[in-house]
């Protein structure tokens, strides 16, 4: 799993870590830290900053495989986006019912995406 996937499980799922394991995640990933200089910072050793983040890690790929969570909403995401195209293609149909409908579905989508 790279770290693009990582960083979304995590801010699905980031609550469910320990502290600790959320400063390792943060400074390894947000602040692009190696794990001696988290180490430093944190005053543990590099290999507990490994195992911290090695259990995190594990913790938010297992709530993902439990839940779906990110699967779901990438997919709900994917699927409005073709909604979308779908309906500014017909927002400029010379029926004015069909261009009115085409209307209503993009203000729906616009909702959802807030």
Sequence with gaps: M???ELV??????GDLLTQRMRECFE???????????????????????HDNLSRA???LKNMEEKTGCVRRDVSCRRAVDTIQS???????HPDGAVAGLAQRILEAIGDIKE
Excluded: F, K, P, T
């Excluded at 400074?27 to 900053?49: K, N, T």
């Excluded at 779908?86 to 400029?92: G, I, R, V, W």
């Design 8 to 13: 979304l499980l995590y801010d699905y799922y």
């Design 57 to 59: 890690e594990a913790l």
């Design 27 to 49: 400074m390894r990933y947000a602040q692009d830290l190696s794990l001696g200089e988290i180490g430093q910072i944190l005053g543990i050793s590099r290999q507990g900053v």
């Design 2 to 4: 790279d770290a693009l």
């Design 86 to 92: 779908a309906a500014q293609a017909l927002a400029d």
